[in-house]
């Protein structure tokens, strides 16, 4: 697919923020207690001045009525949010499995939304960030689902379906992703000439992002780089627990240690 460049918008830090942190992919959901109680004690201890999710926080959400069904794992995993929330700014950006996550979701957690991708200007520099997804372009069926997925038409006609079946819709697309993972299929990963490209229009030298499970740095061109960020799993071996965190003196990757 031919590389385009999106419209960016800009996030200035206030300068009293001294730490924000990165965190994406966890995909919190009720089979991964141990994961999730990770996220929770980690809401109620980090020290970073903001906190920045870019995208899959939860393994699948089907619409913001889920937050009004007694008991369910989503109200009770926005609790912890919220509370969160009261401390410190959380924002919060869309990936590939909560794209619909709206309004009442981003009310209900007291927590921002954000652009995909935004500029955050912090410390005298500019960081692009992104969940990533979008910047996959050699994975052709899924940018064309996530084209028609993203369109008012599409998510109109599928939120008007009960909850219980939109939670089976959901089950489906679980189960034939894991077979797919479990086939040793391969994923797409960020385009880099796309990358390159964003950075140079967006003025960034560094692209903070998900979505691939590959946590790594990589050197795109002269003074340009991405960095990946890591998935979380608490039940792995080892563990994959980790956030990302920026201060004046950069990036440092920082390992979690499991509840």
């Keep these: 697919m031919t590389p385009t460049v999106p419209r960016f918008e800009e996030l200035a830090a206030p300068s009293h923020w001294r730490t924000v942190e990165f965190i994406s992919d966890l995909h919190l959901q009720a089979a991964e207690p141990a994961t999730v109680a990770a ?3 980690y809401l109620a201890t980090t020290q970073a001045d903001a906190l920045f999710i870019l995208g899959d926080l939860f393994e699948v959400w089907v619409g ?6 007694p008991g ?19 924002f919060f950006m869309h990936g590939n499995r909560d794209f619909l996550a709206g309004d009442a979701f981003l009310h209900h957690c007291a927590i921002t ?34 084209l028609l997925a993203r369109s008012s038409a599409w998510q109109q006609q599928f939120l008007a379906q009960p909850l219980a079946a939109r939670r089976a819709q959901a089950r489906g697309i679980r189960q034939e992703s894991e077979a797919k993972k479990q086939s040793g299929a391969t ?11 964003w950075l140079q229009a967006s003025a ?3 692209l903070i992002h998900g979505h691939t499970h590959r946590p790594a740095s990589h050197v795109l061109a002269p003074s340009l780089q991405r960095v990946v960020l890591s998935d979380w799993d608490a039940a792995a071996l080892p563990p994959r627990l980790e956030t990302l965190r920026l201060s004046a003196a950069g990036l440092e990757r920082v390992p979690l240690a499991p509840t």
């Design 187 to 197: 994923y797409a990963d960020v385009d880099h000439p796309a990358a390159i490209a």
């Design 39 to 41: 996220w929770q004690q």
């Design 204 to 206: 960034a030298k560094t």
């Design 72 to 90: 369910s794992f989503e109200a009770q995993a926005c609790s912890a949010l919220r509370d969160a929330a009261q401390r410190l700014p959380v």
């Design 64 to 69: 913001d009525d889920v937050l009004q069904e």
């Design 113 to 146: 939304g954000l652009h995909d991708p935004t500029v955050l200007i912090f410390a005298g520099e500019r960081y692009l960030l992104s969940h990533g997804d979008l910047l996959c372009l050699d994975d052709v069926d899924y940018q064309r689902f996530r």
